[in-house]
């Protein structure tokens, strides 16, 4: 590095104000199927995303665990944005250091999240490379439409150590897929009959009455769900509707929702415009969630980390923010970097605290990770999914079947290397641990947080896309009537004056931990691997492939009024 930077000392005025890079973050090499293919062009512009240390995120997540577990003083008195910010807002030494470095070379800068953790700048690769002791290259991906441009190493010049937590891009590589719905191969074109047997294929009227789910709708319009859609996947306002017709007959089929675009989200709307993922999330909230104004949030940022944060400072700023969000992406945890899943997990407990409850699908690959596949079946080494495996989010695995309903083979579930396990799932945890053979060692951190928390239903749901019916599953499916259930109860505890559930998991892992159906059977191999592979098993109580299991209605609200 030192050579590097009194190389770059002469080459640019810039970085005299830069004497010394201090080491930041690296990875060795691209994650497995990424492929350079060179370093970028100095002159591309580049968007940097740079995170500012808070003033106190310790404080916060006292707080947060505060105010969101049972028997506390201050149970449920969900904060203000005023008092996220004054935990959450950068120190104005942090500001002053970074708005010096940012004019001294001139950089223009963006405050992009409504408590200034977040700034954004738009500069060229080349600066870049020499501001942070970078090399971007051009990453190549077969499944992707063009190259990420990444660095393996990143640093810090000195005076920005301490300031600055996060810089993105550099070195998280985003699983390609985070999508979590395996497709069917005949998908769009094959038309199937509905089936008479919840035990075969999922409609809301199976949720219904699996779970108790009310069909009676919502009266409280304050009370709003939002799902979150990335990758050009559009919801289409016709397959809503003859989903509505097919399968919520006692429903208006011409119930509409909201769109809020972030990143210059788009909402078209012409048959080839269908997502199939966009649809079955808005399908089972506004088709499950009866009467829950559900709001479609669509990012068009090709850099997916990006969108992510774009969206949780969105929500964040809103004056009245839905009470659920759900969102059916995740990936690889060992993707991103340690330090920006650490940040954005933080911009999820600032939702949390402000009273919303922020649900992960939990994965499709079982234990290996956001979607396993056949060369992976004999690693033992397990790979978690994140943001799953942020201890502020609810994470949702899969089920199948109804005599009994059983983990899926899909079901994503674990323990992070990032996150240690939080207080609210120790005792679980360690349960859940005794159940292990005493040779089940060495295949996941010990200490990490579990996850997921609850479960749904993931396979072979009906939807409509494009016009037609099909089947879909993944914990895709799973996470949307998670959110409706919740949704439905917020609905009752704002019309009884009860604030809404907000951060679920402390609640969860306590007084609500029976108001489950526990899921005993099952393995989460992943969806490939032959039930042979190395995996958990589901057992009694809490478990890494379906938390304390599916949800009992009555008795989730029952335990929420109390
Ligand atoms: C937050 O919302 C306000 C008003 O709705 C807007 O003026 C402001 O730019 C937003 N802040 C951010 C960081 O997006
Ligand atoms: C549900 O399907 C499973 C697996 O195909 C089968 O073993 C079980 O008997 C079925 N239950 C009912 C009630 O049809
Ligand atoms: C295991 O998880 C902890 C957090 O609980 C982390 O500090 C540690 O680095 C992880 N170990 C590995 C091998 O990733
Ligand atoms: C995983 O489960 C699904 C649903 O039952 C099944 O279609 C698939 O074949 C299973 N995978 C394997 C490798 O058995």
């Not at 909230?285 to 949030?297: D, E, I, K, N, Q």
Request: charged letters at 15%; one cysteine or more.
């Amino acid at each position: 590095m030192q050579f590097r930077s009194k190389l770059l000392a002469l080459l640019s005025v810039v970085a005299c104000a830069s004497a010394s890079l201090v080491f930041h973050e690296a990875r060795a090499a691209p994650p497995k199927g990424f492929v350079s293919r060179g370093t970028t062009s100095e002159d591309q512009t580049i968007e940097l995303r740079i995170g500012l240390a808070s003033t106190n995120i310790d404080g916060l997540h006292d707080k947060l665990m505060s105010v969101s577990t049972p028997g506390s003083a201050e149970f449920r008195q969900w904060l203000s944005a005023d008092d996220v910010k004054s935990f959450v807002q950068p120190t104005s030494e942090s500001v002053a250091a970074f708005n010096a470095f940012a004019k001294v070379n001139n950089l223009q800068t963006r405050n992009i999240s409504p408590n200034g953790e977040w700034v954004a700048v738009s500069t060229t690769v080349g600066k870049a490379n020499a501001l942070f002791g970078a090399q971007y290259e051009d990453f190549e991906h077969e499944a992707l439409a063009k190259p990420l441009v990444r660095t393996l190493s990143v640093s810090l010049p000195s005076e920005l150590v301490g300031h600055v937590e996060v810089l993105h891009p550099s070195t998280s590589f985003e699983s390609p897929n985070m999508r979590l719905t395996p497709l069917p191969k005949s998908a769009l074109v094959e038309k199937r009959d509905v089936p008479a047997s919840c035990n075969s294929t999922i409609t809301p009227a199976c949720l219904q009455e699996l779970y108790g789910i009310p069909t009676t709708p919502a009266t409280e319009k304050s009370n709003t769900l939002l799902v979150t859609s990335y990758q050009s996947q559009w919801v289409q306002q016709v397959d809503i509707q003859e989903f509505l017709t097919q399968f919520r007959p006692d429903m208006p089929s011409t119930t509409s929702y909201t769109v809020q675009y972030v990143d210059g989200g788009l909402d078209p709307q012409e048959v080839y415009d269908a997502g199939i993922e966009a649809d079955l999330d808005m399908e089972y909230t506004m088709g499950l969630a009866t009467g829950v104004p559900v709001t479609f949030l669509t990012s068009e940022n090709f850099d997916l980390t990006s969108a992510m944060i774009d969206t949780a400072a969105v929500i964040g700023n809103y004056s009245k923010p839905p009470s659920v969000v759900t969102t059916s992406y995740a990936g690889d945890e060992d993707g991103f970097s340690e330090s920006l899943a650490i940040k954005l997990c933080n911009m999820y407990m600032s939702l949390g605290a402000r009273g919303i409850s922020i649900l992960y699908a939990s994965g499709d690959g079982g234990v290996r990770g956001g979607h396993d596949s056949t060369s992976q079946c004999s690693l033992t080494t397990f790979i978690p999914v994140f943001p799953s495996s942020c201890p502020y989010v609810t994470a949702v695995g899969a089920t199948i079947g109804v005599q009994p309903e059983i983990a899926m083979n899909l079901t994503g579930g674990g323990f992070s290397n990032y996150f240690a396990a939080p207080s609210y799932q120790k005792t679980a945890v360690a349960q859940f641990k005794e159940s292990l053979p005493s040779n089940f060692g060495g295949y996941f951190n010990e200490t990490g947080r579990g996850y997921p928390d609850v479960s749904t239903q993931g396979w072979n749901f009906n939807i409509v896309v494009a016009g037609k019916t099909n089947l879909i599953g993944g914990t895709s499916a799973a996470s949307p009537t998670f959110a409706s259930v919740i949704a439905l109860i917020n609905d009752r505890l704002v019309a009884a004056g009860k604030p809404v559930l907000g951060f679920l998991n402390p609640w969860i892992y306590s007084s609500a931990s029976s108001a489950f159906t526990d899921v005993t059977e099952g393995k989460n191999v992943g969806y490939t691997c032959p039930n042979s592979a190395i995996s958990f098993t589901a057992t009694e109580g809490w478990d890494p492939l379906t938390g304390f299991g599916t949800p009992v209605f009555s008795k989730l609200l029952a335990a929420a009024m109390a």
